[in-house]
């Protein structure tokens, strides 16, 4: 089946109780049995719930995965895909990963005996060097937030091999709809579903996708201990919001193009972000192993009143965290997404106080170059 048909249909059987073509919300904590050990799949919904089960059939169908595990964030999907190295390993985490991912290696990880060194993951040479006897994953983002750097999935993937290791990427700012990581030797994909699987600004929540059967035992396993699962209401919401995933896609990548291309040849603007940019160092990667470039696009403004005037002098483009929804959101990675991150390392990467990213949305996009112009002028 093609991608769309999968969105709508994977996990999405009608309900066989009724009939319903929406998978049923089934707001329970508990499910009666017919006697000890007898049951119909289902015994506490921390461990099992049906609609959860439907959106988990639906995202890894999505990404060409055997097993897929919803959870109730982001951050708790990648900290479920982290505790498969343990205190003595060694992680190579890309040097421009998102604030909170960073967080989490630094502030918790770190604890618990977990080494990882910061690597420029673009830079093939520079991953191999980095390679010691005991590293265990890649950790990888690509494109980057919120540089928008690329990284060679393949690449990347055969050498993490040959080491012994596993690469898990994040793919939230792609979706599966323009890059599928596991197509390109990618062990484990995590996701933030708040972002464009949802789409609409209503949900928080996380996924993992994985062929590996002993992984994922392992990653249902810590689901179910942990408990950091993805509600019922949320999995309906999100189920909702992949249906329509592809022709969102669409819309954003359509839009992305041309507002970076605006941003481009505004004066006022210094440095645009976007892989689907010609200028841009990787594009010709971008093109090889996504089939579009989407919708975030990040701008150098010059300094931090410059990006303070643009931030806060849009009418349409709502100043607010997050990406992904169908209204433009536009923010300030410095103090807000990359805050955790400090000063000496955001600068190293470019993410300056001038700096303003936008998750360009699906409005007409004659009125979000107005808002941008007007805000930049």
Known sequence: ?????????????????????????????????????????????RTQNPTRSALEKNISALEN????????SGMSAIDATLRLVKAGDHVILGDNTYGGTFR????????????????DTSDVTKVETAFKPNTKMVFVETPTNPVMT???????????????????????????????????????????????????????????????????????????SVGAILSPFDSFLVLRGTKTLAVRMEAHDKNGRIVANFLAEHPRVEKVFYPGLVSHPQHELAKRQQSGFGGMVAFETGSFSNAKKVLESVKLCTLGESLGGVESLISHPASMTHASVPLEKRQALGITDGLVRISVGIEDVEDILSDLDQALG
């Not at 093609?2 to 969105?7: E, L």
């Not at 995965?65 to 109730?72: E, I, L, R, S, V």
């Open 104 to 119: 989490l290696f630094s502030r918790v990880l770190a604890d618990y005996g977990v080494e990882f060194d910061l690597v």
């Open 150 to 224: 690329v990284t060679d999935l393949r690449a990347i993937s055969d050498l993490a091999h040959a080491n012994g290791a596993r690469v898990v990427c994040d793919n939230t700012f792609m979706s599966p709809y323009f890059q599928r990581p596991i197509e390109h030797g990618v062990d484990i994909v995590v996701h933030s579903t708040t972002k464009y699987l949802n789409g609409h600004s209503d949900s928080v929540g996380g996924f993992v996708a994985l062929n590996d059967e002993k992984d994922a035992e392992w990653i249902g396993f810590i689901q179910n």
């Open 1 to 45: 089946m093609g991608f769309s048909t999968t969105a709508i249909h994977a996990g999405n059987e009608p309900d066989a109780a009724t009939g319903a073509v929406s998978v049923p919300i089934y707001q329970t904590s508990t499910y009666a049995q017919d006697g000890l050990g007898k049951h119909k799949g289902f015994e506490y919904a």
């Open 65 to 72: 995965a055997k097993f897929g595990f919803a959870f109730a």
